[in-house]
């Protein structure tokens, strides 16, 4: 979509990205610069991805 993402639509895009390239949690984790448990706490609703993380998976998404 060319909509603009937000923290929310963030997490969507980042199962997308994962789908795309086959990434394992822990794979993503490490792309992203965090540990496992933060991504799960992500994808599962009870944090959201602070601005540093934001920031890295749009740099992520511009590289692919």
């Given at each position: 979509?060319g909509?603009?993402?937000?923290?929310?639509?963030?997490?969507?895009?980042?199962?997308?990205?994962?789908?795309?390239?086959?990434?394992?949690?822990?794979?993503?984790?490490?792309?992203?610069?965090?540990?496992p448990?933060?991504?799960?706490?992500?994808f599962?609703?009870?944090?959201?991805?602070?601005?540093?993380?934001?920031?890295v998976?749009?740099?992520?998404?511009?590289?692919e």
């Amino acid at each position: 979509g060319g909509e603009s993402m937000d923290e929310t639509t963030a997490v969507q895009e980042m199962k997308e990205y994962m789908n795309r390239h086959e990434l394992t949690q822990s794979d993503f984790a490490r792309l992203m610069g965090v540990c496992p448990s933060a991504v799960s706490h992500w994808f599962s609703g009870t944090r959201r991805p602070n601005t540093k993380s934001f920031v890295v998976f749009l740099r992520l998404i511009q590289e692919e």
